[in-house]
T-cell receptor, first 114, second 111 residues
Framework: GAGVSQTPSNKVTEKGKYVELRCDPISGHTALYWYRQSLGQGPEFLIYFQGTGAADDSGLPNDRFFAVRPEGSVSTLKIQRTERGDSAVYLC????????????FGQGTRLTVV | TQLLEQSPQFLSIQEGENLTVYCNSSSVFSSLQWYRQEPGEGPVLLVTVVTGGEVKKLKRLTFQFGDARKDSSLHITAAQPGDTGLYLCAGEGGSNYKLTFGKGTLLTVNP
């Protein structure tokens, strides 16, 4: 596709459940980022992939959060044992990589944990 | 930890007015990007500044990177209702290519 695609656009889940959020980056972009944005805040870095590997996962809040990018394209953010505090918009972005950090964002997945 | 502080947090002005928003840090950034975000959408890149003292213009928007590459400003001339949105600055601070975002300035331009 022409842009970064995220699915689902909205997800409501019960506390304690497991969720997966998907990101399909722009074709050819080697760098992929996950951010979390709470209401009234700027995006908060979670994890950065260069190719298949997680180059920086320092933003993942705890071990309930995990992300993969097995073939260097699509990425999945996985959240185990969801908590109400996980409710936020999860944004994915991609860039050409290497020294080009100009990021193109998807529309986000709004996660609500009830 | 590199932090970016944006000010003001909220700004409400009338159509036709000029405004400036600021992005400040104690850290040096390799580059700094400005984004605009509308409700329900992801941020959209407006500009990237790389060189200290650099000025870039995008129609009625003027972006400046501080000489020391620690701060930046965005000036909008003759604001229009279509300029309404959340303006975010993001700094890239080194070899890890991670972007650090400020909390944003929420701009409302009233007709």
């Amino acid at each position: 596709g022409a842009g970064v695609s995220q699915t689902p656009s909205n997800k409501v889940t019960e506390k304690g459940k497991y969720v997966e959020l998907r990101c399909d980056p722009i074709s050819g972009h080697t760098a992929l980022y996950w951010y979390r944005q709470s209401l009234g805040q700027g995006p908060e870095f979670l994890i950065y992939f260069q190719g298949t590997g997680a180059a920086d996962d320092s933003g993942l809040p705890n071990d309930r959060f995990f992300a993969v990018r097995p073939e260097g394209s699509v990425s999945t953010l996985k959240i185990q044992r969801t908590e109400r505090g996980d409710s936020a918009v999860y944004l994915c972005a991609s860039s050409l990589g290497d020294e080009n950090t100009e990021a193109f964002f998807g529309q986000g997945t709004r996660l609500t944990v009830v | 930890t590199q932090l970016l502080e944006q000010s003001p947090q909220f700004l409400s002005i009338q159509e036709g007015e000029n405004l400036t928003v600021y992005c400040n840090s104690s850290s040096v950034f390799s580059s700094l990007q400005w984004y605009r975000q509308e409700p329900g959408e992801g941020p959209v890149l407006l500009v990237t500044v790389v060189t200290g003292g650099e000025v870039k213009k995008l129609k009625r928007l003027t972006f400046q990177f501080g000489d020391a590459r620690k701060d930046s400003s965005l000036h909008i001339t003759a604001a229009q209702p279509g300029d309404t949105g959340l303006y975010l600055c993001a700094g890239e601070g080194g070899s890890n290519y991670k972007l650090t975002f400020g909390k944003g300035t929420l701009l409302t331009v009233n007709p």
